[in-house]
């Protein structure tokens, strides 16, 4: 017959059974522990349960480099599985359990790790809106054309110019009703096509070290 297991917590990873004098030391200090120093208990365990739920969205490489207990791996994958509000929750509380178990540099490490991946959406959105930059000036600036070559020399500027004259001509008219419920108008392949290039040769010269010596005076805003 299996032993029931034992009720309990943990505090800095060391499970504390209730009833035990280790427990009851604990809940002597307690009575005895300020309204300040509880506030920032429950701060603390507020910020490790929302670092677990961050957890949730850290990419498989980054997740990979981390020394984390295989426990709250596998918690966390269930966690992702569970689309019941209440299961998820209740899991979500299972995996702040865990979280507040973990040594302070395994936490550094994850806060580290979550940073790493923050930055590099930043800098998606960044490159998005230097290639979004770029293609409405070529399409809308004769000089932006020759400007780009003299920049981009790995550009096929013949494949660019014909790219640009077919998206100035499938640009749809200005629809007045479509502007002001904040719709975007429909645009043709070329205006897509012109954006893909633009993104690749980019990425091309930020791989190459290039990026931002090329960019050093951003292009301007259409005014």
């Known amino acids: 017959m299996s032993r029931k297991p034992k009720k309990g917590y943990y505090v800095r990873g060391e499970f504390v059974a209730e009833g035990s004098e280790l427990d009851l030391e604990l809940k002597r200090e307690l ?9 920032e ?7 490790l349960q929302k670092l677990g739920e961050e957890l949730l969205t850290l990419r498989a490489d980054l997740m990979n480099g981390l020394d984390v207990p295989e426990k709250l791996r596998d918690a966390l994958a269930d966690a992702r599985r569970i689309t019941n ?7 979500m509380q299972f995996v702040g359990k ?3 178990q973990l040594e302070p540099d395994t936490l550094a490490s994850i806060r ?31 000089d932006a054309f020759g400007e780009w070559v003299q920049r981009f020399a790995g550009t096929d500027a013949q494949q660019l110019r014909a790219l640009i004259r077919q998206a100035r001509k499938d640009a749809p008219a ?21 954006f893909q290039l633009v993104r690749e ?4 010269a930020d791989s190459a070290g290039e990026a931002f010596a090329h960019d050093a005076e951003s292009p301007a805003e259409p005014g």
């Open 85 to 91: 509000f209440e299961g998820k929750r209740r899991q």
């Open 31 to 39: 009575k005895g522990t300020s309204e300040a120093s509880r506030t």
């Open 201 to 204: 040769q980019l990425a091309s």
């Open 112 to 142: 580290a790790a979550l940073q790493e991946q923050h930055q590099g959406s930043a800098q998606l959105t960044l490159a998005l809106h230097r290639a979004e930059q770029w293609r409405d000036r070529l399409i809308a600036e004769d």
């Open 174 to 194: 200005p629809d007045k009703a479509a502007v002001s419920h904040g719709l975007a108008p429909r645009q043709g392949r070329a205006y897509r096509e012109i």
């Open 98 to 100: 865990l979280m507040r």
């Open 41 to 47: 208990l429950k701060r603390e365990s507020t910020e």
